[in-house]
């Protein structure tokens, strides 16, 4: 199942939700898949880092840089649903310095800007 929900996964390149996973796995598999177990699944690829979740979107991508640890930066297009993955380590250490100085610990940053990506603002 944990391999059925990845392969899913990586073949969106765009973020996809839970019930979207479930609902191409219960196509192919000729049985319902409920969206709460792709969730699970999706949760602990999050966990260990091979998977992002776009929080403002409530959906998911493969991590394409499983190997390191980022604050990844998103880009989300509100017309098409496109994320673009940028690191910019500056930024993240600066919002992570930010919330230490509030005495706040940073344990996840999110760093998200929704927009129009270039082929959606035309
Ligand atoms: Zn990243
Ligand atoms: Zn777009």
Avoid at 62 to 85: K, M, Q, R, W, Y
Avoid at 90 to 117: D, N, T, W, Y
Wanted: hydrophobic letters at 40%; charged letters at 25%.
């Amino acid at each position: 199942m944990r391999e059925a929900v990845f392969a899913e996964l990586a073949r969106h390149d765009r973020p996809a939700s839970a019930y979207d996973i479930a609902d191409n796995l219960s196509r192919l598999r000729g049985r319902r898949v409920a969206p709460n177990s792709v969730y699970r699944i999706l949760d602990l690829f999050v966990a260990n880092n091979l998977a992002l979740r776009v929080e403002s979107a409530n959906a998911f991508l493969a991590n394409s840089h499983p190997g390191c640890e980022h604050d990844c930066i998103f880009l989300v297009c509100d017309e098409c649903g496109e994320a673009t993955h940028v690191d910019d380590d500056e930024i993240a250490e600066m919002i992570r310095k930010i919330a230490q100085s509030h005495g706040f610990k940073p344990e996840r940053p999110v760093i998200e800007v929704r927009g129009l990506c270039q082929g959606c603002a035309g």
